[in-house]
């Protein structure tokens, strides 16, 4: 059974930094398409960025402004996201997905971990 499992969520300061990984299990991912979502109480879930895990292009949602930087170990099978200068409108569980037809989209992923929280302090 594939599962995918994050961490490094936490507490920090606006204008802080945290690595966000997602570790995969039970197959590797190669033809898949990974990605990192995130939902603000209250608010729906939304896309944050994207990457081939074949060729490792990426594509990212327009509110990052370069502070979000997703890469993929493929020997390690893990999933980063790193998160710099961080502000209280980031605060917000962190997903990632995989969606098997390797599109790298906005939507469409089928496979989804159970979420790491990132709250960020005003």
């Known amino acids: 059974q594939v599962q995918l499992v994050e961490s490094g969520g936490g507490l920090v300061q606006t204008g802080g930094s945290l690595r966000l990984s997602c570790t995969a299990s039970?197959?590797?991912?190669?033809?898949?398409?990974l990605g990192w979502f995130r939902q603000a109480p209250g608010k729906e879930r939304e896309f944050v960025a994207a990457?081939?895990?074949?060729?490792?292009?990426?594509y990212y949602a327009d509110f990052v402004e370069g502070r979000f930087t997703i890469s993929r170990d493929v020997a390690k099978n893990t999933l980063w996201l790193q998160v710099e200068g961080l502000k209280p409108e980031d605060t917000a569980v962190y997903y990632c997905?995989?969606?098997?037809?390797?599109?790298?989209?906005?939507?469409?992923?089928?496979?989804w971990g159970q979420g790491t929280q990132v709250t960020v302090s005003s």
């Open positions: 990457v081939s895990w074949t060729s490792g292009g990426t």
């Open positions: 039970g197959r590797t991912f190669s033809g898949y398409a």
């Open positions: 997905a995989a969606r098997s037809d390797g599109a790298v989209a906005t939507t469409g992923y089928d496979i």
